[in-house]
């Protein structure tokens, strides 16, 4: 074989591919409902092979999460029209300003979170302790955007711990705290694949709780929840000296609850009455380094929460629920939950949804509707607390091996969007401040990269990065709030 | 006018990668001109390192300049080194070669290895600064950012080409390269550059020198494992790692135990697809223009120990580190503790030459670790000797889970992720969810079975179906050609697999 040889069958393997290109249908040969053969057409042949994908460089490369992560010296500049939040050892004042996407807010009305800026800013010398609840789908997974957003607003206006955790976590949980469960404990959620045998919908503020069976106990091996400070977490989520647990019990019977700081008892309850919903707290004196509470007795404990946080401060509390819409608050029962809202002194509710209805809604207007309706559920147990809806992010499908937008994504964002000023609600575009249109891709290829190449998800790196621009929007609120006299 | 800027240009987002069609174009390009003048030596081998230069700016922009230095450098020394009569001075020439090539090598691809390390032991906290970048600021009014190092591709091959070239003229296996230009393209020749194989300038420059001559069987060949590499990394190791093994693996702790095991075995096969899939397409390309290449991989996973799948796995690397590592450092020829102790150092070193993270060298640490304990237990083992097929399947049975237990620190970006993998796999193996993922995932499944299946397919039917294709009639071959592009166009543009809760 010469050179000029190979060079025929190449051209002719070109020309060939380039004929099928010319003949084979643009939308494809479908074999099967799951199944249909594609080409490329003769235009994206010819044309420019990269779908243009939304520059995102100005984002990235003005975060300052890469450098430090623990520095925090926000300072406010006194002109209005200069007003940023500005990060003193971070990127210049105008470079910030261009990528912090600010907050909507419905007719401008921004009563509720001046209120919370007010309490914000009273927690350290009033001793008092507030809590934001952050609800999301998978994007917050594993403390994602929680983590730093907690760790910020901690350093600057005090608190700290890892804030409310589930007794048993989805598979090995969060970075923020080490837990560990002993005996037959099982998850039960008010959201996903719901037990319907429970006979009930009190599933409190992470909604969902964990309880066990008496029956299977063994009485060799007690069952216990055993906490610990993270080694990897962010500092302020490994200091805290109040502990509380959420709980029920259903049934009448002999419930004891013992406390152990490392392995000192240094409490013990017993219960014979059924109890709709307590609260039981212990303070320390420092962080303990391992506490565990265990159970005995033959009634059954419902678990909704153990919070770990400092006796004042911020606390602010990661609650993913997997492959939720958000549409759950409406669904489950809003006196025990209106009751635990109290008891934790929630603040602020943050709700970060829309990313699991974007691949399948077809109805805008009624999840809207349905959107407006948890606004309500929420606003009606809490009125005065400040509400922040955060809109899914940028998601991609493939089509014809380029990344673009889902078309419904825009659709989706505006619905949440419009059910949340409509409700009086404030607003963040996530899709918006990540780029828009387009932008997925240019986060999945950054270097490194930023998410995952399903597309939909922000990795670690990612959702810091995300996290500040919305740390960063909240404060600027805060920032405006303070110059404008409180 | 803009596409023709563009073909010039260098693009970081158009790198001439073998499965870009950028990279068929400029290969169309190259096989045209080549089909003119391959039969004038010198004219060919001149071109060849000309496009091969071209290759590597559209691949890596200014690093090009890099690897003139590098062929200068080396070849100069590579002359002087043989010129030189007295054993000291020859030996100040291969030592000048190896500190310049691992000088590059480590300023490149450990400075910030290195300035973490340091900072996270000594509590310093010491930034790279690229001073390359900020005397060329100086001296010619760049404006590169002197706060980056960037990697050039390629780097951990051409500085490895290049003081295996040294060592073998300091050694008299080779005599030096005739001029300058025919070093350049041994050095820099495109089908290898970028991710091997590592070729001997004993192996390679001798072909400099030879006719243009390819059989009809060659040509087979060489198409046939272009259109495997091609399968192996787009059809199986691209599918996989984006519809199951990246997500998973950039967030243990969200799945199942389950789901990080299955993203591991798949990782396995993705690893070796990517890798092999790639020089197979190198050597065929590579035979095409009429260069042999050395073969790399060798059906890996049919290993039966340790050392045998380092025989067989990256075959260039391995016997780069035993000729130019292990045996310099005494071998095996200084007794039983100091044989283990270089064994272990060449893995470590091994395990560092592939990313410049401790995780890297945990992975060579505990294949290191994997021989030296397989080189014990043979000598106690009742079934070493044993030729009965339950044995041997055994063996291939426990080494493939071996290498694909060190896999957990080849893939995790950090050892935190390595733990995290770990602890999910030890604490929520929940295998009751494991109908469920395997039927919400079954095209992964069934691809990942597909993979595993032809791999451990016997060497014989292989040939068979290759030889097949080898043989058949040049029509046949287009045919073959058109369907398996066809099929890879299909799993390149397939929606992404959407993300599945198994748990809530």
């Given at each position: 074989?010469?050179?000029?040889?190979?060079l025929?069958?190449?051209?002719?393997t070109?020309?060939?591919?380039?004929?099928?290109?010319?003949v084979?249908?643009?939308?494809?040969?479908?074999?099967?409902?799951?199944?249909?053969?594609?080409?490329?057409?003769?235009?994206?042949?010819?044309?420019?092979?990269?779908?243009?994908?939304?520059?995102?460089?100005e984002?990235?490369g003005n975060?300052?999460v890469?450098?430090?992560?623990?520095?925090?010296?926000?300072?406010?500049?006194?002109?209005?029209?200069?007003?940023?939040?500005?990060?003193?050892?971070?990127?210049?004042?105008?470079?910030?300003k261009?990528?912090?996407?600010l907050?909507?807010?419905?007719?401008?009305?921004?009563?509720?979170?001046?209120?919370?800026f007010?309490?914000l800013?009273?927690?350290?010398?009033?001793?008092?302790?507030?809590?934001?609840?952050h609800y999301?789908?998978?994007?917050?997974?594993?403390?994602?955007?929680?983590g730093?957003?907690?760790?910020?607003l901690?350093?600057?206006?005090?608190?700290?711990?890892?804030?409310?955790?589930?007794?048993?976590?989805?598979?090995?949980?969060?970075?923020?705290i080490?837990?560990?469960?002993?005996?037959?404990?099982?998850?039960?959620?008010?959201f996903?694949?719901i037990?319907?045998t429970?006979?009930?919908?009190?599933?409190?503020?992470?909604i969902?709780?964990?309880?066990?069976?008496?029956?299977?106990?063994?009485?060799?091996?007690?069952?216990?929840?055993?906490?610990?400070p993270?080694?990897i977490?962010?500092?302020t989520?490994?200091?805290?000296?109040?502990?509380?647990?959420?709980?029920?019990?259903?049934?009448?019977g002999?419930?004891?609850?013992k406390?152990f700081?490392?392995?000192?008892?240094?409490?013990?309850?017993?219960?014979?009455?059924?109890?709709?919903?307590?609260?039981?707290?212990?303070?320390?004196?420092?962080?303990?380094?391992?506490?565990?509470?265990e159970?005995?007795?033959?009634a059954?404990?419902?678990?909704?929460?153990?919070?770990?946080d400092?006796?004042?401060?911020?606390?602010?509390d990661?609650?993913?629920?997997?492959?939720?819409?958000?549409?759950?608050?409406?669904?489950?029962?809003?006196?025990?939950?209106?009751?635990?809202?109290?008891?934790?002194?929630?603040?602020?509710?943050?709700?970060?949804?829309?990313?699991?209805?974007?691949?399948?809604?077809?109805?805008?207007?009624?999840?809207?509707?349905?959107?407006?309706?948890?606004?309500?559920?929420?606003k009606?147990?809490?009125?005065?607390?400040?509400?922040?809806?955060?809109?899914p992010?940028?998601?991609?499908?493939?089509?014809k091996?380029?990344?673009?937008?889902?078309?419904?994504?825009?659709?989706?964002?505006?619905?949440?969007?419009?059910?949340?000023?409509?409700?009086?609600?404030?607003?963040?575009?996530?899709?918006?401040?990540?780029?828009g249109?387009?932008?997925?891709?240019?986060?999945v290829?950054?270097?490194?990269?930023?998410?995952?190449?399903?597309?939909v998800?922000l990795?670690?790196?990612?959702?810091?990065?995300?996290?500040?621009?919305?740390?960063?929007a909240?404060?600027?609120?805060?920032?405006?709030?303070?110059?404008?006299?409180? | 006018?803009?596409?023709l800027?563009?073909?010039?240009?260098?693009?970081?987002?158009?790198?001439?990668?073998?499965?870009?069609m950028?990279?068929?174009?400029?290969?169309?390009?190259?096989l045209s001109?080549?089909?003119?003048?391959?039969?004038?030596?010198?004219?060919?081998?001149?071109?060849?390192?000309?496009?091969?230069?071209?290759?590597?700016?559209?691949?890596?922009?200014?690093?090009?300049l890099?690897?003139?230095?590098?062929?200068?450098?080396?070849?100069?020394?590579g002359?002087?080194n043989?010129?030189?009569?007295?054993?000291?001075?020859?030996?100040?020439?291969?030592?000048g070669?190896?500190?310049?090539?691992?000088?590059?090598?480590?300023?490149?691809?450990?400075?910030?290895?290195?300035?973490?390390?340091?900072?996270?032991?000594?509590?310093?906290?010491?930034e790279v600064?690229?001073?390359?970048?900020a005397?060329?600021n100086?001296?010619?009014?760049?404006?590169?950012?002197?706060?980056?190092?960037g990697?050039?591709?390629?780097?951990?091959?051409?500085?490895?080409?290049?003081?295996?070239?040294?060592?073998?003229?300091y050694?008299?296996?080779?005599k030096?390269?005739?001029?300058?230009?025919?070093f350049?393209?041994?050095?820099?020749?495109?089908?290898?550059?970028v991710?091997?194989p590592i070729v001997?300038?004993?192996?390679?420059?001798?072909q400099?020198?030879?006719?243009?001559?390819?059989?009809?069987?060659?040509?087979?060949?060489?198409l046939?494992?272009?259109?495997n590499?091609l399968?192996?990394?787009?059809?199986?190791?691209?599918?996989?790692?984006?519809?199951?093994?990246?997500r998973i693996?950039a967030?243990?702790?969200s799945?199942?135990?389950?789901?990080?095991?299955?993203?591991?075995?798949?990782?396995?096969?993705?690893?070796?697809?990517?890798?092999?899939?790639?020089?197979?397409i190198?050597i065929?390309?590579?035979?095409?223009?009429?260069?042999?290449?050395?073969?790399?991989?060798?059906?890996?996973?049919?290993?039966?120990?340790?050392?045998?799948?380092?025989k067989?796995?990256?075959?260039?690397l391995?016997?780069?580190?035993?000729d130019?590592?292990?045996?310099?450092?005494?071998?095996?020829?200084?007794?039983q503790?100091?044989t283990?102790?270089?064994?272990?150092?060449?893995?470590?070193?091994?395990?560092l030459?592939h990313g410049?993270?401790?995780?890297?060298?945990?992975?060579?640490g505990?294949?290191?670790?994997?021989?030296?304990?397989?080189?014990?237990?043979?000598?106690?083992?009742?079934?070493?000797?044993?030729?009965?097929?339950?044995t041997?399947?055994?063996?291939?049975?426990l080494?493939?889970?071996?290498?694909?237990?060190?896999?957990?620190?080849?893939?995790?970006?950090?050892?935190?992720?390595?733990?995290?993998?770990?602890?999910?796999v030890?604490?929520?193996?929940?295998?009751?969810?494991?109908?469920?993922?395997?039927?919400?995932?079954?095209?992964?499944?069934?691809?990942m079975?597909l993979?595993?299946?032809?791999?451990?397919?016997?060497?014989?039917?292989?040939?068979?179906?290759r030889?097949?294709?080898?043989?058949?009639p040049?029509w046949?071959?287009?045919?073959?050609?058109?369907?398996?592009?066809?099929?890879i166009?299909?799993?390149?543009?397939?929606?992404?697999?959407p993300?599945?809760?198994?748990?809530?």
């Amino acid at each position: 074989m010469k050179p000029y040889q190979i060079l025929v069958f190449f051209i002719t393997t070109v020309i060939a591919l380039f004929t099928l290109s010319l003949v084979f249908p643009e939308d494809g040969v479908k074999i099967s409902d799951e199944l249909s053969l594609k080409f490329l057409t003769f235009d994206q042949l010819i044309k420019s092979d990269s779908a243009a994908y939304a520059d995102i460089s100005e984002i990235i490369g003005n975060s300052g999460v890469e450098e430090e992560l623990e520095i925090d010296t926000l300072t406010i500049i006194s002109d209005l029209t200069e007003l940023v939040a500005i990060d003193t050892l971070r990127a210049d004042a105008d470079s910030l300003k261009r990528i912090t996407h600010l907050i909507e807010f419905p007719a401008n009305d921004k009563r509720n979170f001046n209120q919370f800026f007010s309490n914000l800013e009273s927690l350290r010398s009033k001793k008092e302790l507030m809590r934001i609840l952050h609800y999301g789908d998978s994007q917050i997974e594993t403390d994602r955007m929680t983590g730093f957003i907690r760790n910020n607003l901690q350093k600057r206006f005090g608190g700290s711990g890892p804030g409310l955790i589930p007794p048993v976590p989805l598979y090995s949980g969060k970075m923020s705290i080490r837990q560990e469960s002993i005996g037959q404990w099982k998850r039960y959620t008010g959201f996903g694949k719901i037990d319907t045998t429970i006979g009930h919908n009190r599933y409190g503020a992470l909604i969902s709780y964990c309880s066990y069976d008496p029956l299977e106990i063994d009485v060799k091996s007690l069952p216990a929840l055993e906490f610990r400070p993270s080694t990897i977490a962010y500092s302020t989520a490994r200091i805290y000296n109040t502990i509380s647990v959420y709980l029920s019990k259903p049934d009448t019977g002999y419930l004891s609850i013992k406390a152990f700081e490392e392995d000192s008892l240094i409490d013990k309850l017993g219960f014979e009455e059924s109890i709709k919903y307590n609260k039981i707290s212990w303070n320390f004196v420092q962080t303990p380094k391992k506490f565990s509470i265990e159970f005995e007795g033959k009634a059954r404990p419902e678990i909704y929460g153990i919070s770990l946080d400092n006796s004042w401060g911020v606390a602010m509390d990661n609650i993913p629920l997997r492959g939720s819409a958000g549409l759950v608050f409406s669904k489950i029962d809003t006196m025990q939950l209106r009751q635990m809202y109290e008891d934790m002194n929630v603040g602020m509710i943050i709700l970060q949804f829309g990313g699991n209805v974007v691949p399948y809604m077809k109805n805008f207007k009624h999840y809207e509707n349905i959107f407006k309706r948890e606004l309500k559920v929420i606003k009606s147990m809490c009125p005065d607390i400040a509400i922040l809806v955060v809109g899914p992010s940028d998601m991609s499908i493939r089509e014809k091996g380029q990344y673009i937008t889902y078309p419904s994504l825009e659709k989706v964002r505006n619905a949440i969007r419009n059910a949340s000023i409509d409700s009086g609600c404030a607003f963040w575009d996530m899709y918006e401040a990540m780029g828009g249109n387009n932008s997925m891709p240019s986060w999945v290829f950054a270097e490194p990269p930023l998410a995952i190449s399903d597309f939909v998800h922000l990795n670690s790196k990612g959702a810091k990065i995300m996290a500040e621009m919305m740390y960063n929007a909240l404060i600027y609120e805060y920032n405006l709030w303070v110059l404008e006299g409180r | 006018m803009n596409n023709l800027y563009d073909i010039f240009i260098f693009n970081p987002e158009k790198p001439l990668l073998f499965t870009q069609m950028y990279f068929w174009i400029f290969f169309g390009i190259i096989l045209s001109i080549y089909s003119i003048i391959y039969p004038a030596k010198a004219a060919r081998n001149g071109f060849l390192f000309f496009a091969s230069l071209f290759f590597y700016w559209k691949t890596s922009g200014l690093f090009f300049l890099l690897l003139i230095f590098s062929t200068i450098v080396g070849y100069f020394l590579g002359l002087g080194n043989y010129r030189a009569k007295k054993k000291l001075v020859k030996k100040l020439f291969v030592a000048g070669s190896i500190i310049v090539n691992l000088g590059l090598l480590s300023y490149f691809k450990y400075s910030y290895f290195v300035t973490e390390t340091i900072n996270n032991w000594f509590r310093t906290d010491f930034e790279v600064f690229n001073f390359l970048a900020a005397m060329s600021n100086s001296i010619t009014g760049s404006k590169f950012d002197v706060a980056v190092i960037g990697l050039p591709v390629g780097i951990s091959f051409f500085t490895f080409q290049t003081i295996s070239y040294a060592l073998d003229i300091y050694r008299e296996k080779v005599k030096p390269v005739r001029n300058i230009i025919d070093f350049g393209f041994y050095v820099s020749f495109f089908p290898q550059l970028v991710a091997g194989p590592i070729v001997r300038a004993s192996e390679f420059v001798p072909q400099l020198y030879k006719r243009y001559n390819l059989s009809y069987e060659e040509f087979g060949y060489a198409l046939f494992l272009i259109l495997n590499g091609l399968v192996k990394k787009m059809f199986i190791g691209d599918y996989l790692a984006v519809n199951f093994i990246d997500r998973i693996f950039a967030n243990p702790l969200s799945y199942s135990g389950f789901e990080n095991i299955s993203a591991l075995y798949a990782y396995s096969l993705q690893v070796y697809c990517d890798f092999s899939g790639y020089t197979d397409i190198a050597i065929g390309i590579a035979l095409f223009l009429g260069f042999r290449l050395p073969k790399n991989f060798n059906s890996p996973y049919k290993a039966d120990s340790v050392g045998n799948f380092w025989k067989r796995w990256h075959i260039s690397l391995s016997s780069w580190l035993k000729d130019y590592l292990y045996i310099p450092l005494g071998g095996n020829k200084k007794g039983q503790f100091r044989t283990n102790v270089n064994l272990m150092l060449t893995m470590l070193l091994g395990g560092l030459w592939h990313g410049a993270s401790w995780e890297f060298v945990i992975w060579g640490g505990i294949n290191g670790l994997g021989l030296l304990v397989y080189k014990y237990w043979k000598r106690i083992s009742p079934y070493e000797n044993s030729t009965h097929w339950l044995t041997h399947l055994w063996k291939v049975f426990l080494t493939f889970n071996f290498i694909t237990f060190t896999r957990i620190w080849f893939r995790s970006e950090s050892i935190q992720q390595a733990n995290q993998f770990l602890s999910q796999v030890w604490n929520s193996l929940d295998l009751s969810l494991a109908p469920e993922v395997i039927f919400s995932y079954y095209k992964v499944f069934l691809i990942m079975l597909l993979g595993y299946v032809v791999h451990w397919l016997p060497s014989g039917f292989k040939n068979s179906y290759r030889n097949w294709f080898i043989n058949a009639p040049i029509w046949v071959k287009l045919i073959v050609t058109l369907i398996i592009i066809f099929v890879i166009y299909q799993s390149w543009s397939a929606d992404i697999v959407p993300f599945i809760y198994f748990q809530f």
